[in-house]
């Protein structure tokens, strides 16, 4: 189980095979009933690991997400690079890695669980916009030959408070899953001062893909991967 995860992270942060052992569990209950949901001491009893140890290597449960937050954003890299190699357009991928994100969270409660509870932590919040400066800067800076990654880091301090604002925003009849990918993606490209003509364009090529399919491909992607160590 997790072979993938644990390999990549050790190679950043060696870990012992007690905190392996850790994750691993971990990680089961997280995707089996959600982060909130898990305690220590239903950790300690999944991965047969005391508690007092558990408590040592990771104090918090979210020094144990944010291994497993990590490995998400590897599955949104997929979906960028795969986007942008097919469209040739960086805008796009940009777009469409929000709008799998949203699309994800409004489909499966436990995957809204994960993301919220990430945005919600301070170290994993820092993770994701150090994650995603980086990220946007690779795809952006051609645009802006001025900006440095620092700009693009201060910028996400904006855009992640926006993407935090969509997982406590609930799409309903009245306000549908195409209306609120439709106005966060709009609202994150307004910040970079892309040109209406252009944000419209992005966003109709969004909403005309099967985005609710992508995000399902990719979670299940991403949690088979942990789980069978694919």
């Given at each position: 189980m997790?072979?993938?995860?644990?390999?990549?992270?050790?190679?950043?942060?060696?870990?012992?095979?007690?905190e392996?052992?850790?994750?691993?569990?971990?990680?089961?209950?997280?995707?089996?009933?959600?982060?909130?949901?898990?305690?220590?001491?239903?950790?300690?009893?999944?991965?047969?690991?005391?508690?007092?140890?558990?408590?040592?290597h990771?104090?918090?449960?979210e020094?144990?997400?944010?291994?497993?937050i990590?490995?998400?954003?590897?599955?949104?890299?997929?979906?960028?690079?795969?986007?942008?190699?097919?469209?040739k357009?960086?805008?796009?991928?940009?777009?469409?890695?929000?709008?799998?994100?949203?699309?994800?969270?409004?489909?499966?409660?436990?995957?809204?669980?994960?993301?919220?509870?990430?945005?919600?932590?301070?170290?994993?919040?820092?993770?994701?916009?150090?994650?995603?400066?980086?990220?946007?800067?690779?795809?952006?800076?051609?645009?802006?030959?001025?900006?440095?990654?620092?700009?693009?880091?201060?910028?996400?301090?904006?855009?992640?408070?926006i993407?935090?604002?969509?997982?406590?925003?609930q799409?309903?009849?009245?306000?549908?899953?195409?209306?609120?990918?439709?106005?966060?993606?709009?609202?994150?490209?307004?910040?970079?001062?892309?040109p209406?003509?252009?944000?419209?364009?992005?966003?109709?090529?969004?909403?005309e893909?099967?985005?609710c399919?992508?995000?399902?491909?990719?979670?299940?992607?991403?949690?088979?991967?942990?789980d069978?160590?694919?």
């Amino acid at each position: 189980m997790i072979k993938s995860i644990i390999q990549r992270h050790s190679k950043i942060d060696p870990l012992s095979e007690t905190e392996i052992q850790v994750i691993k569990g971990a990680t089961k209950l997280f995707l089996k009933q959600g982060f909130s949901k898990t305690t220590h001491r239903q950790i300690a009893e999944e991965s047969g690991i005391g508690l007092g140890t558990i408590t040592y290597h990771y104090k918090v449960k979210e020094d144990m997400l944010r291994v497993l937050i990590e490995e998400l954003m590897d599955f949104h890299l997929d979906i960028i690079d795969e986007s942008a190699e097919k469209a040739k357009d960086n805008l796009f991928a940009f777009a469409i890695e929000i709008a799998v994100q949203i699309a994800l969270c409004e489909n499966d409660q436990k995957a809204w669980d994960l993301y919220f509870s990430a945005y919600s932590h301070p170290s994993t919040f820092e993770y994701i916009k150090d994650w995603a400066a980086k990220k946007n800067y690779h795809l952006l800076k051609d645009r802006f030959p001025d900006k440095t990654e620092e700009d693009f880091r201060n910028l996400e301090n904006i855009i992640s408070g926006i993407e935090l604002a969509a997982f406590t925003t609930q799409a309903n009849r009245y306000f549908t899953l195409n209306d609120k990918i439709s106005l966060f993606v709009d609202s994150m490209l307004k910040i970079y001062d892309i040109p209406e003509t252009e944000r419209k364009a992005t966003i109709e090529k969004v909403i005309e893909l099967d985005y609710c399919r992508l995000a399902k491909e990719m979670f299940d992607k991403f949690v088979g991967r942990l789980d069978g160590g694919r």
